[in-house]
Protein backbone atom coordinates (compact mmCIF):
# COMPACT_ATOMS: atom_id res chain seq x y z
CA UNK A 1 0.00 0.00 0.00
CA UNK A 2 1.18 3.60 -0.74
CA UNK A 3 2.28 5.10 2.18
CA UNK A 4 0.86 8.75 2.53
CA UNK A 5 1.32 10.97 5.32
CA UNK A 6 -1.88 12.72 7.31
CA UNK A 7 -2.93 15.97 7.80
CA UNK A 8 -0.87 17.07 10.72
CA UNK A 9 2.29 16.08 11.40
CA UNK A 10 5.24 17.23 14.14
CA UNK A 11 8.73 16.75 13.27
CA UNK A 12 10.38 15.67 16.60
CA UNK A 13 13.81 16.38 16.41
CA UNK A 14 15.89 14.45 19.80
CA UNK A 15 19.41 15.17 19.61
CA UNK A 16 20.14 12.63 22.25
CA UNK A 17 17.08 9.77 21.42
CA UNK A 18 16.09 9.60 24.99
CA UNK A 19 12.77 12.00 24.62
CA UNK A 20 10.70 9.91 22.16
CA UNK A 21 8.16 8.98 24.86
CA UNK A 22 7.91 12.50 26.45
CA UNK A 23 7.18 13.75 22.36
CA UNK A 24 4.86 11.42 21.75
CA UNK A 25 3.27 11.89 24.86
CA UNK A 26 2.23 15.40 23.76
CA UNK A 27 0.95 14.65 20.66
CA UNK A 28 -1.17 11.93 22.41
CA UNK A 29 -2.51 14.63 24.50
CA UNK A 30 -3.50 16.80 21.34
CA UNK A 31 -5.20 13.52 20.12
CA UNK A 32 -7.30 13.58 23.39
CA UNK A 33 -8.32 16.70 22.54
CA UNK A 34 -9.51 16.23 19.13
CA UNK A 35 -5.99 17.11 17.54
CA UNK A 36 -4.90 14.45 15.19
CA UNK A 37 -0.80 15.06 15.21
CA UNK A 38 1.56 12.44 14.28
CA UNK A 39 5.27 12.03 14.82
CA UNK A 40 7.96 12.03 12.51
CA UNK A 41 12.03 11.90 14.24
CA UNK A 42 13.76 13.57 12.29
CA UNK A 43 17.69 13.74 12.35
CA UNK A 44 19.99 15.30 9.59
CA UNK A 45 22.86 14.06 8.63
CA UNK A 46 25.31 17.35 10.57
CA UNK A 47 23.37 16.49 13.87
CA UNK A 48 24.28 12.85 13.28
CA UNK A 49 28.15 13.60 12.51
CA UNK A 50 28.23 16.00 15.55
CA UNK A 51 27.07 13.30 17.80
CA UNK A 52 28.61 10.67 16.96
CA UNK A 53 25.22 9.02 16.39
CA UNK A 54 23.28 6.72 13.70
CA UNK A 55 20.15 6.84 12.06
CA UNK A 56 19.05 3.25 13.23
CA UNK A 57 19.84 4.91 16.89
CA UNK A 58 16.70 7.21 15.61
CA UNK A 59 14.45 3.74 14.25
CA UNK A 60 15.21 1.88 17.47
CA UNK A 61 13.99 5.25 19.23
CA UNK A 62 11.14 5.23 17.27
CA UNK A 63 9.68 2.05 17.42
CA UNK A 64 9.92 1.65 21.30
CA UNK A 65 8.31 5.15 21.65
CA UNK A 66 5.67 3.71 19.78
CA UNK A 67 5.49 0.27 21.39
CA UNK A 68 5.67 1.76 24.73
CA UNK A 69 2.95 4.33 24.53
CA UNK A 70 0.92 1.46 22.13
CA UNK A 71 0.27 4.44 19.73
CA UNK A 72 -1.73 3.03 16.73
CA UNK A 73 -1.80 5.98 14.58
CA UNK A 74 0.88 7.15 11.73
CA UNK A 75 4.83 7.58 12.48
CA UNK A 76 7.94 7.98 10.34
CA UNK A 77 11.52 8.57 10.38
CA UNK A 78 12.97 11.31 8.46
CA UNK A 79 16.20 11.61 6.99
CA UNK A 80 16.64 14.83 7.19
CA UNK A 81 18.14 17.49 4.74
CA UNK A 82 19.51 14.24 2.63
CA UNK A 83 21.68 14.20 -0.37
CA UNK A 84 23.35 11.66 -3.13
CA UNK A 85 26.40 11.71 -0.70
CA UNK A 86 24.66 10.39 2.30
CA UNK A 87 21.60 9.29 1.87
CA UNK A 88 23.08 5.75 1.39
CA UNK A 89 23.57 5.64 5.41
CA UNK A 90 19.72 6.46 5.92
CA UNK A 91 18.40 4.11 3.90
CA UNK A 92 17.12 0.87 5.91
CA UNK A 93 16.08 2.97 9.02
CA UNK A 94 14.13 5.94 7.14
CA UNK A 95 10.79 5.83 5.80
CA UNK A 96 10.50 9.75 5.04
CA UNK A 97 13.07 11.79 3.43
CA UNK A 98 13.68 14.85 3.12
CA UNK A 99 15.76 15.64 0.15
CA UNK A 100 17.69 19.45 -0.04
CA UNK A 101 18.53 20.89 -2.97
CA UNK A 102 18.89 24.72 -1.43
CA UNK A 103 22.93 24.63 -2.79
CA UNK A 104 21.61 23.79 -6.17
CA UNK A 105 19.32 26.37 -6.56
CA UNK A 106 20.75 28.77 -9.65
CA UNK A 107 22.79 26.21 -10.92
CA UNK A 108 22.30 25.91 -15.03
CA UNK A 109 19.88 23.73 -16.81
CA UNK A 110 20.03 21.65 -19.76
CA UNK A 111 19.26 24.06 -22.56
CA UNK A 112 16.76 21.62 -23.98
CA UNK A 113 14.79 21.03 -20.66
CA UNK A 114 14.43 24.02 -19.87
CA UNK A 115 12.91 24.30 -23.72
CA UNK A 116 10.28 21.56 -22.60
CA UNK A 117 9.29 22.93 -19.43
CA UNK A 118 9.00 26.78 -20.95
CA UNK A 119 6.48 24.52 -23.36
CA UNK A 120 4.77 22.85 -20.75
CA UNK A 121 3.99 26.63 -18.94
CA UNK A 122 3.14 28.45 -21.81
CA UNK A 123 -0.36 28.36 -21.22
CA UNK A 124 0.35 30.45 -17.80
CA UNK A 125 1.70 33.39 -19.67
CA UNK A 126 -0.29 36.24 -19.41
CA UNK A 127 -2.48 36.70 -16.35
CA UNK A 128 -2.36 34.06 -14.14
CA UNK A 129 -5.03 33.50 -11.73
CA UNK A 130 -4.90 31.52 -8.94
CA UNK A 131 -8.01 30.78 -7.76
CA UNK A 132 -8.91 32.40 -4.19
CA UNK A 133 -6.02 35.08 -4.74
CA UNK A 134 -7.37 38.28 -5.75
CA UNK A 135 -4.82 40.12 -7.12
CA UNK A 136 -3.70 37.93 -10.92
CA UNK A 137 -0.15 38.08 -11.27
CA UNK A 138 1.49 38.73 -14.56
CA UNK A 139 3.71 36.25 -16.10
CA UNK A 140 6.10 36.94 -19.11
CA UNK A 141 8.11 34.43 -21.00
CA UNK A 142 11.07 36.46 -19.43
CA UNK A 143 9.95 35.87 -15.89
CA UNK A 144 9.43 32.24 -16.35
CA UNK A 145 12.49 31.73 -17.76
CA UNK A 146 14.26 33.40 -14.95
CA UNK A 147 12.17 31.02 -13.05
CA UNK A 148 13.31 28.04 -14.79
CA UNK A 149 17.12 29.07 -14.85
CA UNK A 150 16.88 29.62 -10.87
CA UNK A 151 15.04 26.59 -10.19
CA UNK A 152 14.64 23.48 -12.66
CA UNK A 153 18.33 22.00 -12.02
CA UNK A 154 17.69 21.72 -8.17
CA UNK A 155 14.27 19.96 -8.90
CA UNK A 156 15.97 18.05 -11.34
CA UNK A 157 18.41 17.06 -8.96
CA UNK A 158 15.83 16.33 -6.19
CA UNK A 159 14.01 13.73 -8.90
CA UNK A 160 17.51 12.01 -9.39
CA UNK A 161 17.98 11.47 -5.51
CA UNK A 162 14.27 10.79 -5.44
CA UNK A 163 14.83 7.86 -8.16
CA UNK A 164 17.55 6.70 -6.11
CA UNK A 165 15.67 6.31 -3.32
CA UNK A 166 12.49 4.68 -4.92
CA UNK A 167 14.97 2.52 -6.11
CA UNK A 168 16.18 1.26 -3.11
CA UNK A 169 13.00 1.26 -1.03
CA UNK A 170 10.51 0.33 -3.64
CA UNK A 171 7.69 3.13 -5.08
CA UNK A 172 5.46 4.32 -2.26
CA UNK A 173 7.15 2.87 0.80
CA UNK A 174 8.26 6.61 1.85
CA UNK A 175 7.25 9.93 2.44
CA UNK A 176 9.01 12.18 -0.12
CA UNK A 177 9.92 15.84 1.06
CA UNK A 178 12.00 18.27 -1.16
CA UNK A 179 13.60 21.15 0.72
CA UNK A 180 15.04 24.57 -0.07
CA UNK A 181 14.81 26.42 3.15
CA UNK A 182 18.43 26.89 4.46
CA UNK A 183 19.11 30.18 1.42
CA UNK A 184 18.78 33.48 1.96
CA UNK A 185 15.88 34.83 -0.25
CA UNK A 186 12.28 33.75 -0.05
CA UNK A 187 10.63 31.92 -2.54
CA UNK A 188 7.63 33.74 -4.03
CA UNK A 189 4.36 32.40 -4.44
CA UNK A 190 4.52 32.66 -8.09
CA UNK A 191 8.13 30.85 -7.68
CA UNK A 192 6.61 28.11 -5.73
CA UNK A 193 3.87 27.56 -8.63
CA UNK A 194 6.42 26.95 -11.12
CA UNK A 195 8.54 24.87 -8.24
CA UNK A 196 5.57 22.74 -8.12
CA UNK A 197 4.87 22.30 -11.89
CA UNK A 198 8.67 21.41 -12.43
CA UNK A 199 8.27 18.88 -9.20
CA UNK A 200 5.44 17.47 -11.86
CA UNK A 201 7.21 18.00 -14.79
CA UNK A 202 10.33 15.48 -13.55
CA UNK A 203 7.48 12.92 -11.99
CA UNK A 204 8.78 13.48 -8.44
CA UNK A 205 5.40 12.54 -6.29
CA UNK A 206 6.37 14.97 -3.66
CA UNK A 207 4.30 14.94 -0.27
CA UNK A 208 5.71 17.20 1.71
CA UNK A 209 7.16 20.77 0.32
CA UNK A 210 9.79 23.04 2.59
CA UNK A 211 10.23 26.47 0.82
CA UNK A 212 12.44 29.29 2.61
CA UNK A 213 9.68 32.06 3.82
CA UNK A 214 9.31 35.56 4.20
CA UNK A 215 11.56 36.52 7.81
CA UNK A 216 13.82 35.08 9.96
CA UNK A 217 13.29 31.71 11.71
CA UNK A 218 16.06 31.14 13.71
CA UNK A 219 16.97 27.88 16.00
CA UNK A 220 14.68 28.07 18.94
CA UNK A 221 13.43 31.32 19.34
CA UNK A 222 10.34 32.67 17.82
CA UNK A 223 10.10 34.48 14.14
CA UNK A 224 11.12 37.93 13.50
CA UNK A 225 9.68 39.33 10.65
CA UNK A 226 6.66 41.04 9.29
CA UNK A 227 3.45 39.12 10.15
CA UNK A 228 0.92 40.84 7.77
CA UNK A 229 3.89 39.88 4.98
CA UNK A 230 3.95 36.49 6.46
CA UNK A 231 0.87 35.98 6.65
CA UNK A 232 -0.27 37.38 2.83
CA UNK A 233 2.22 34.93 1.52
CA UNK A 234 1.17 31.87 3.61
CA UNK A 235 -1.76 32.40 2.28
CA UNK A 236 -1.08 32.43 -1.09
CA UNK A 237 0.99 29.52 -0.82
CA UNK A 238 -1.82 27.74 0.21
CA UNK A 239 -3.60 28.22 -2.46
CA UNK A 240 -1.30 27.98 -5.14
CA UNK A 241 -0.33 24.43 -3.70
CA UNK A 242 -4.43 23.74 -3.64
CA UNK A 243 -3.84 25.16 -7.76
CA UNK A 244 -0.86 22.87 -8.41
CA UNK A 245 -2.58 19.79 -7.11
CA UNK A 246 -5.25 19.74 -10.06
CA UNK A 247 -3.08 21.59 -12.44
CA UNK A 248 -0.61 19.10 -12.34
CA UNK A 249 -1.34 16.28 -11.18
CA UNK A 250 0.72 16.06 -7.72
CA UNK A 251 -0.14 14.05 -4.68
CA UNK A 252 -3.57 15.58 -2.88
CA UNK A 253 -2.18 15.51 0.33
CA UNK A 254 0.62 17.72 -0.58
CA UNK A 255 1.17 19.95 2.34
CA UNK A 256 4.04 23.12 3.03
CA UNK A 257 6.72 21.86 5.60
CA UNK A 258 8.10 24.48 8.00
CA UNK A 259 11.34 24.18 8.92
CA UNK A 260 12.87 25.29 12.00
CA UNK A 261 9.49 25.14 13.26
CA UNK A 262 9.62 25.09 16.63
CA UNK A 263 9.50 28.25 18.69
CA UNK A 264 7.51 30.40 15.74
CA UNK A 265 4.76 31.62 18.47
CA UNK A 266 4.34 34.50 16.83
CA UNK A 267 3.19 32.91 13.53
CA UNK A 268 1.34 29.95 15.06
CA UNK A 269 -2.46 31.36 15.27
CA UNK A 270 -2.07 32.51 11.42
CA UNK A 271 -0.56 29.35 10.53
CA UNK A 272 -3.23 27.41 12.75
CA UNK A 273 -6.33 29.56 11.35
CA UNK A 274 -4.94 29.54 7.74
CA UNK A 275 -4.88 25.71 7.16
CA UNK A 276 -8.14 25.31 9.06
CA UNK A 277 -9.66 27.71 6.68
CA UNK A 278 -8.46 26.33 3.77
CA UNK A 279 -8.53 22.48 5.39
CA UNK A 280 -4.67 22.11 4.60
CA UNK A 281 -2.13 20.06 6.28
CA UNK A 282 0.90 21.32 7.99
CA UNK A 283 4.36 19.54 8.59
CA UNK A 284 6.18 21.44 11.61
CA UNK A 285 9.53 20.35 11.77
CA UNK A 286 11.51 20.83 14.96
CA UNK A 287 15.07 20.11 16.37
CA UNK A 288 16.80 21.42 19.17
CA UNK A 289 13.49 22.94 21.46
CA UNK A 290 13.70 18.65 23.07
CA UNK A 291 17.33 20.07 23.50
CA UNK A 292 16.92 22.51 25.35
CA UNK A 293 14.29 21.01 27.56
CA UNK A 294 16.84 18.62 28.58
CA UNK A 295 19.24 21.38 29.71
CA UNK A 296 16.06 23.22 31.50
CA UNK A 297 15.45 20.06 33.35
CA UNK A 298 18.78 19.36 34.22
CA UNK A 299 19.07 22.95 35.12
CA UNK A 300 16.09 22.51 38.21
CA UNK A 301 16.92 18.93 39.03
CA UNK A 302 19.59 19.03 41.59
CA UNK A 303 22.72 20.87 42.33
CA UNK A 304 25.20 18.30 40.42
CA UNK A 305 23.20 18.65 37.30
CA UNK A 306 23.08 22.22 36.92
CA UNK A 307 26.49 22.22 37.72
CA UNK A 308 26.77 20.22 34.54
CA UNK A 309 24.19 22.68 32.61
CA UNK A 310 26.37 25.20 33.62
CA UNK A 311 29.59 24.12 32.82
CA UNK A 312 28.41 23.23 29.10
CA UNK A 313 27.29 27.06 29.18
CA UNK A 314 30.78 27.73 30.08
CA UNK A 315 32.62 26.41 27.26
CA UNK A 316 29.73 27.22 24.75
CA UNK A 317 30.63 30.45 25.90
CA UNK A 318 34.92 29.77 25.04
CA UNK A 319 33.55 28.40 21.70
CA UNK A 320 30.69 30.27 20.73
CA UNK A 321 32.51 30.90 16.80
CA UNK A 322 33.46 27.68 16.54
CA UNK A 323 29.39 26.36 17.53
CA UNK A 324 27.39 28.92 15.77
CA UNK A 325 29.33 28.98 12.31
CA UNK A 326 27.75 26.21 10.64
CA UNK A 327 24.35 27.76 11.72
CA UNK A 328 24.95 31.29 10.52
CA UNK A 329 21.99 31.58 8.48
CA UNK A 330 19.42 30.65 11.47
CA UNK A 331 20.59 32.64 14.42
CA UNK A 332 21.45 35.89 15.60
CA UNK A 333 23.35 36.04 19.02
CA UNK A 334 24.07 39.50 20.51
CA UNK A 335 27.37 38.95 22.21
CA UNK A 336 26.84 41.93 24.46
CA UNK A 337 23.18 40.11 25.64
CA UNK A 338 25.13 37.28 26.53
CA UNK A 339 25.58 36.19 30.42
CA UNK A 340 29.03 35.97 31.36
CA UNK A 341 30.23 33.10 33.17
CA UNK A 342 31.03 34.09 36.52
CA UNK A 343 27.66 35.94 36.75
CA UNK A 344 26.14 32.45 35.55
CA UNK A 345 28.21 30.51 38.64
CA UNK A 346 25.77 32.39 41.23
CA UNK A 347 22.37 31.92 39.17
CA UNK A 348 20.01 29.45 40.96
CA UNK A 349 18.68 26.05 39.05
CA UNK A 350 15.45 28.31 38.73
CA UNK A 351 16.72 31.17 37.40
CA UNK A 352 19.10 28.83 35.03
CA UNK A 353 16.24 27.66 33.54
CA UNK A 354 13.83 30.46 33.25
CA UNK A 355 16.50 32.59 31.43
CA UNK A 356 16.25 29.49 29.30
CA UNK A 357 12.67 28.59 28.77
CA UNK A 358 10.92 29.88 25.82
CA UNK A 359 8.58 32.29 27.46
CA UNK A 360 8.49 35.65 25.66
CA UNK A 361 7.69 38.60 28.78
CA UNK A 362 9.37 36.73 31.28
CA UNK A 363 11.38 39.08 33.27
CA UNK A 364 14.79 36.38 33.15
CA UNK A 365 14.22 35.10 29.30
CA UNK A 366 17.09 35.47 27.35
CA UNK A 367 17.19 35.00 23.72
CA UNK A 368 20.83 34.83 22.79
CA UNK A 369 21.33 32.55 25.87
CA UNK A 370 18.76 30.35 24.27
CA UNK A 371 20.25 30.46 21.45
CA UNK A 372 23.82 29.99 22.66
CA UNK A 373 22.55 26.88 24.08
CA UNK A 374 20.76 25.62 21.13
CA UNK A 375 24.03 25.24 19.29
CA UNK A 376 25.77 23.90 22.05
CA UNK A 377 24.96 19.77 22.21
CA UNK A 378 27.64 18.98 20.75
CA UNK A 379 29.46 19.82 23.79
CA UNK A 380 26.83 17.81 25.82
CA UNK A 381 27.82 15.04 23.06
CA UNK A 382 31.76 14.97 23.90
CA UNK A 383 30.45 14.21 27.79
CA UNK A 384 29.42 11.35 26.74
CA UNK A 385 27.81 8.65 29.68
CA UNK A 386 28.29 11.80 31.83
CA UNK A 387 25.67 13.86 29.79
CA UNK A 388 23.40 10.51 29.10
CA UNK A 389 23.44 9.45 32.68
CA UNK A 390 22.34 12.77 33.84
CA UNK A 391 18.95 12.38 32.12
CA UNK A 392 18.55 8.72 32.63
CA UNK A 393 18.63 10.11 37.03
CA UNK A 394 16.43 12.82 36.20
CA UNK A 395 14.29 10.96 33.74
CA UNK A 396 10.76 12.09 35.21
CA UNK A 397 12.03 16.17 35.36
CA UNK A 398 12.90 16.36 32.17
CA UNK A 399 10.25 14.04 30.54
CA UNK A 400 7.83 16.81 32.17
CA UNK A 401 9.45 19.70 30.53
CA UNK A 402 9.67 18.01 26.75
CA UNK A 403 6.22 16.93 26.92
CA UNK A 404 4.98 20.39 28.20
CA UNK A 405 7.35 22.44 25.64
CA UNK A 406 5.51 20.30 22.77
CA UNK A 407 1.65 20.33 23.97
CA UNK A 408 1.30 24.06 25.69
CA UNK A 409 3.66 25.86 23.92
CA UNK A 410 3.68 24.46 20.42
CA UNK A 411 0.20 22.44 19.71
CA UNK A 412 -2.02 24.87 22.04
CA UNK A 413 -0.50 27.96 20.31
CA UNK A 414 -1.50 26.72 16.69
CA UNK A 415 -4.81 25.05 17.31
CA UNK A 416 -6.69 27.85 19.82
CA UNK A 417 -9.41 25.22 19.85
CA UNK A 418 -7.28 22.84 22.07
CA UNK A 419 -8.76 23.93 25.30
ZN1 LIG B 1 15.54 22.77 6.80
Redesign the pocket.
Known sequence: MKKTICKYSFGVGDRFAHQGEAQLNALMKAANLGVEFIPVWNKSNREHTNINSTPNNVRVEADNAVKTLNWKGQYFVDAD?INLSNVDWFMDSSDFFTI?VADFIGKESDAVEIADFLKVNEKYLGELQIPGIDESISVNKNKLKQIADKFLFAIKEASVIYKYIEQKKGKGNFIPEV?M??VEDPQSPVELFFILSALSFYNLPVQTL?PKFTGRFNKGVDYVGDLDLFKKEFEQDLLVVDFAINEFGLPENLKLSI??GSDKFSIYPIIGDLIKKYDKGIHI?TAGTTWLEEVIGLAIASSDSLLLVKQIYYEAYEKIDELAMPYATVIDIDLKQLPRPDEVRDWSGEKFANSLRHIPGHPDYNLNFRQLLHVAYKLAANRGSTYTTALQQNKQIVAKQVTENIFERHIKRMFKTVK
Open positions: HDSDEAHSK
